[in-house]
């Protein structure tokens, strides 16, 4: 028989439910040398998968041609379903998020996929994001540009050296965990667990936050809420620093086909760990975000982040506004890459004024600092632990083989006393 009529033989005995012959059949036609048959075998293969309820054999199957075809819709969308009866609901958000993104999809579908949307904010029981990447800082102390200040005297101008900038290429470590309790469907309990380190030589700027938080949670058709009391404690340079408390609010929004919406917000009370910095730092902060993601096509989206943070310290010339940028891009090409890319800026306003040497002369001034960094993350969707690891106990993310971010030197420039001004929010 031809190719086309091995084809039509096995369709056949698939609609009889002799789905054994036909595999046999799809299973010889993927060494065929045209493209076309190859992808209907591995399609129809992947349909009888999910017909005797083998979703791991049919996740793979639907992903091996997503990897290939990033483009075919119907595909993603199928493999969205296989990882929804399969309960991996993190895995099948993200696709399902790209089909609906699809230009002219029909509106039947469009629905059907809302439906599926939905019931995964009812259903899902965790979630799991992990990032280790390479970070080379040009400015590891925060140094200015001044390379020694004098005061002058009686007896002549007194100098002194200031530091210098430091730099060098640590290690970071982001993960955070979320587990959900249903009491109903549609209300119950969201856990998180985070911890965020960052190792470099030596440890005098090593910096590790772990926290933890716990609430109520509510899930609507297109949206979801959170109200957390958080727990955090904080090590700097090898020894702890300082535990904090406070209230965290998240809210996602399915906005429509292309547009999602993340906004939260926080206030948290610190205390310190050394008298003297708690007398200096003591205090509360608040902090606003928006988060929108838009759907460029069904395989890429561009991401947005706004965000204000004000600090209050015991001594008010510590306490400062921030206002922060981000802006990226994610993106799923051929052969399973995948790029995300984010450019972050951060301007922070100082709020009273403090002693510094200027020119020779002891003067008042209010600090201002501008940071920014960028982070890129190529991976492979065909790189991953899946031989190693049970699939239910896979973590669901993209699997990374190259991450790196780039952080500039902080400018700090002392200026005349003003009156307020905006700030930070930290992602």
């Known amino acids: 028989m031809s190719e086309q009529e091995s084809l039509a033989v096995a369709e056949d005995m698939t609609r009889r439910g002799a789905h054994d012959g036909a595999a046999k059949i799809y299973t010889a036609l993927l060494q065929s040398p045209d493209a076309n048959t190859r992808l209907e075998s591995v399609f129809r293969l992947a349909g009888i998968a999910m017909a ?18 990033p483009g075919l819709y119907r595909v993603r969308l199928e493999l969205a379903q296989a990882h929804f009866m399969n309960r991996d609901y993190q895995e099948a958000e993200f696709h399902f998020q790209f089909v609906r ?12 996929i809302d439906e599926f949307m939905a019931l995964i904010r009812q259903q899902k029981n965790w979630t799991l994001d992990f990032v ?13 540009t001044a390379k020694e200040e004098c005061l002058n005297t009686v007896i002549g101008p007194m100098c002194r050296p200031l530091e210098t900038a430091k730099s060098g290429t640590g290690l970071r470590l982001n993960t955070e965990g979320n587990y959900y309790t249903r009491f109903t469907k549609r209300f119950g309990l969201r856990t998180t667990l985070g911890i965020n380190a960052l190792d470099f ?12 938080a716990s609430g109520p949670r509510y899930a609507f058709d297109r949206a979801e809420i959170s109200l957390q009391p958080t727990m955090a404690a904080r090590w700097y340079a090898g020894d702890f620093y300082n535990y904090s408390y406070g209230l965290r609010f998240d809210t996602n929004w399915q ?18 760990d050394t008298d003297y910095v708690q007398d200096a730092l003591g205090g509360y902060d608040w902090g606003l975000c928006l988060r929108p993601r838009y759907y460029l096509s069904n395989k890429s989206f561009i991401m947005a982040g706004l965000g204000f943070d004000q600090s209050h310290t015991a001594i008010k010339s510590y306490s400062a506004d921030t206002i922060s940028y981000s802006l990226g891009y994610f993106g799923e090409f051929w052969w399973g890459f995948t790029f995300l890319g984010r450019v972050d800026l951060l ?34 969707n065909k790189l991953g632990w899946y031989k190693i690891l049970s699939r239910r106990c896979l973590i669901p993310m993209q699997r990374a083989i190259l991450t790196f971010r780039a952080i500039s030197s902080t400018s700090t420039a002392w200026k005349s006393k003003s009156s307020g001004g905006f700030s930070q929010y930290s992602t």
């Open 132 to 144: 280790f990447g390479v970070v080379p800082d040009s400015n590891l102390n925060s140094a200015g």
């Open 255 to 272: 906005l429509s086909g292309r547009w999602l919406l993340g906004s939260g917000a926080t206030i948290r009370q610190s205390h310190y």
């Open 347 to 380: 301007n922070t306003e100082y709020r009273d004024s403090r002693l510094v040497v200027i020119d020779g002369a002891l003067v008042e001034k209010t600090r201002s600092d501008h940071l920014w960094q960028f982070y890129a993350r190529i991976s492979n």
């Open 101 to 112: 993104a699809t230009a002219g999809l029909p509106a039947e579908v469009a629905d059907k």
């Open 52 to 69: 005797a309820g083998d979703y791991d054999t049919a996740i793979g199957y639907y992903r091996a041609i997503v990897d290939s075809n």
């Open 201 to 212: 030589p030596g440890s005098d700027f090593d910096d590790a936050f772990v926290y933890f």
